[in-house]
Antibody, heavy 122, light 107 residues
Framework: EVQLVESGGGLAQPGRSLRLSCTTS????????MSWVRQAPGKGLEWVGL??????????EYAASVQGRFTISRDDSKSIAYLEMNSLKTEDTALYYC?????????????WGQGTLVTVST | DIQMTQSPSTLSASVGDRVTITCRAS??????LAWYQQKPGKAPNLLIY???SLESGVPSRFSGSGSGTEFTLTISSLQPDDFATYYC?????????FGQGTKVEIK
């Protein structure tokens, strides 16, 4: 059974940093791109970015709203994906979902975690 | 970035109704489009991929069509479990983007 479990959410002040982790099991992690999707309270879904599998270069792509502030990485030896969030803004407040994309280069999202809440506030 | 626009934003319907949701892209996404269902307090669930392919385990009353810039999600006979919010998402070129969502409510 595929499982994605996020951790690391919480309260952060504007301008500070936070790192989210996504611990996975039940599939061959190295073969898939992993991504993050967020949802602000009462709002719709926003794709944050993805990291491709090593077979596709292991590079990351980002939404314009987080480009330059957020970094997605992966540890294939531990089957964990990370989202490093720097220079946080109040508008980054959201539930952050770790997601699996169907192919190593990215594709439809076929599995979702349950999310971890990030609140950016003074 | 490609903008995805769904219509309507809210839809009121009754059990047994045929329901259609439209998703338009600001430029062609070929057939690289997915539909997701989200219920309150839950993570989204993949329904349709590549515009018209039904994800495994999804009831056959759900169907998708379209290509290029215009797509539709159809529920042939609305069931009580289908009252939820539906999102389209393209995965043609980075960055992927979602539509703003369509909430299907009980009439």
């Amino acid at each position: 059974e595929v499982q994605l479990v996020e951790s690391g959410g919480g309260l952060a002040q504007p301008g500070r940093s936070l790192r989210l982790s996504c611990t996975t099991s039940g599939f061959t992690f190295v073969d898939y791109a992993m991504s993050w999707v967020r949802q602000a309270p009462g709002k719709g879904l926003e794709w944050v970015g993805l990291i491709k599998s090593k077979a596709y270069g292991g590079t990351a792509e980002y939404a314009a709203s987080v480009q330059g502030r957020f970094t997605i990485s992966r540890d294939d030896s531990k089957s964990i994906a990370y989202l490093e969030m720097n220079s946080l803004k109040t508008e980054d407040t959201a539930l952050y979902y770790c997601t699996r994309e169907h192919y190593g280069s990215g594709s439809r999202i076929d599995y979702w975690g349950q999310g971890t809440l990030v609140t950016v506030s003074t | 970035d490609i903008q995805m626009t769904q219509s309507p934003s809210t839809l009121s319907a009754s059990v047994g109704d045929r329901v259609t949701i439209t998703c338009r892209a600001s430029q062609s996404v070929n057939s690289w489009l997915a539909w997701y269902q989200q219920k309150p307090g839950k993570a989204p669930n993949l329904l349709i991929y590549k515009a018209s392919s039904l994800e495994s385990g999804v009831p056959s009353r759900f169907s998708g069509s379209g290509s290029g810039t215009e797509f539709t999600l159809t529920i042939s006979s609305l069931q009580p479990d289908d009252f939820a919010t539906y999102y389209c998402q393209h995965y043609n070129t980075y960055p992927w983007t979602f539509g703003q969502g369509t909430k299907v409510e009980i009439k």
